[in-house]
């Protein structure tokens, strides 16, 4: 069984910074990618930033330059450095991840969410 635990997250005025961290358990092969997605009140669920293996990062345009997501391959870790937060940012973030599990072909998994709350 793969777990994604997350932490993290809280309320942080407009122009703060939060750090949101996931780690992945379980019986892993491999991981690619591990990521971030985010869904505020009445909207679609949408990707923040994916890491592959090999580093390779994919940001969604709304948080390039403010955001910067890194991943530990040994821990099977990610972090999510969030920096100038903004009011849009408000959402329930999901830890992500592509998983190979032995005799098991790749499956996505989610954490159960964190809230970030950016007050204005």
């Known amino acids: 069984q793969v777990q994604l635990r997350e932490s993290g997250g809280g309320v942080v005025q407009d122009g703060g910074s939060l750090r949101l961290s996931c780690a992945a358990s379980?019986?892993?092969?491999?991981?690619?990618?591990m990521g971030w997605y985010r869904q505020a009140p009445g909207k679609q669920r949408e990707l923040v930033a994916t890491?592959?293996?090999?580093?390779?990062?994919n940001y969604a345009d709304a948080v390039k330059g403010r955001f910067t997501l890194s991943r530990d391959n040994a821990k099977n870790t990610v972090s999510l450095q969030m920096n100038s937060l903004q009011p849009e940012d408000t959402a329930v973030y999901y830890c992500?991840?592509?998983?190979?599990?032995?005799?098991?072909?790749?499956?996505?998994?989610w954490g159960q969410g964190t809230q970030v709350t950016v007050s204005s």
């Open positions: 379980g019986s892993i092969i491999s991981i690619n990618p």
């Open positions: 890491i592959t293996s090999g580093g390779t990062t």
């Open positions: 992500y991840a592509r998983i190979r599990r032995s005799g098991w072909a790749l499956l996505d998994y």
